[in-house]
């Protein structure tokens, strides 16, 4: 999954996932990754915070304007 997302340099936010299963069946996430990419450079990266069915990462770009990548 890509999502843009505009920052305000010095800003900071999390960003929360809620998985479903479209079946309503039951289900475990095991692990959950995140990248914030600027162009094709990589600005950070690292596990993100499994919270039941949500994924939650903290957000804090060095520079506005920034395209995070969630897998």
Do not use: W, Y
């Amino acid at each position: 999954m890509q999502k843009i997302l505009m920052f305000d340099q010095g800003e900071e936010r999390h960003v929360r996932l809620q998985i479903k299963n479209i079946r309503g069946e039951p289900f475990t996430i095991l692990k959950a990754q995140f990248e914030l990419v600027r162009g094709t450079k990589v600005e950070d990266f690292g596990d993100a915070q499994i919270l039941d069915h949500v994924i939650d990462v903290l957000i804090a770009p060095e520079q506005i304007g920034i395209c995070g990548e969630i897998s």
